[in-house]
């Protein structure tokens, strides 16, 4: 894990990317259980931390993701914004000035959950990207020193959003459909499950790339 925030570009770049490239698939989940805004709700947000990117890579890790929380909550808006909002600033909190590891990006990231899942009132098991970060934050702290903790993190997202297929959903406008909803993988779970790949992909490969 960087100490500094100058690869936050490129995390922010692979981020974009992988959503573009998921986008028809991300959008016809949402479709059928959703509202269909997913994507262009998450790439506005996306786009505007794109062009603040030099910026947020000039900062320390605490305020960047304080800047990265507040920007996400103003240019997505609605529910997803003020969730994704909150993870950021709450990851943001309990990173004070401590040097950047896996073992103390983990544990702001279980908190960062921790949040989410106070603000959404809602948790494991309802079919949204809570099925995703929940496993993904216990896997992260239990394996943060783990020579395989990428590995790790990437089989349990990916193992996380397809779960949700068989979920009934209980948060959110899918819950309207009741039983109607098993079937289709939640689309906020798949596109958390995208997101965090890419950033193990970027992160992996700089930790194994020779200086």
Request: hydrophobic fraction near 40%; aromatic fraction near 4%; charged fraction near 20%.
């Amino acid at each position: 894990m960087s100490n500094t925030t100058a690869l936050l570009p490129e995390l922010i770049l692979a981020v974009a990317k992988t959503i573009e490239n998921n986008a028809e698939e991300l959008t016809s989940l949402d479709q059928a259980i959703g509202d269909g805004d997913h994507v262009t709700n998450l790439q506005r947000g996306i786009q505007a931390l794109a062009a603040q990117s030099e910026a947020l890579s000039q900062l320390a890790w605490q305020a960047a993701l304080q800047k990265i929380g507040m920007t996400v909550m103003a240019s997505i808006g609605g529910a997803s914004g003020s969730l994704y909002g909150t993870l950021f600033l709450a990851m943001s909190k309990n990173l004070q000035d401590e040097p950047l590891t896996l073992t103390t990006f983990a544990d702001a990231f279980s908190k960062g959950v921790e949040a989410l899942k106070q603000r959404g009132k809602t948790d494991k098991g309802e079919k949204t990207m809570l099925d995703v970060l929940i496993p993904v934050a216990e896997r992260l702290s239990q394996n943060a020193n783990t020579p395989d903790v990428f590995e790790q993190v990437k089989l349990t997202a990916v193992t996380g959003a397809e779960a949700t297929r068989d979920m009934v959903a209980t948060k959110g406008r899918a819950s309207f459909l009741g039983e109607r909803s098993r079937g289709h993988i939640d689309a906020g779970a798949k596109s958390s499950q995208l997101m965090i790949c890419a950033i193990v992909d970027v992160l992996s490969e700089k930790s194994t790339t020779p200086p």
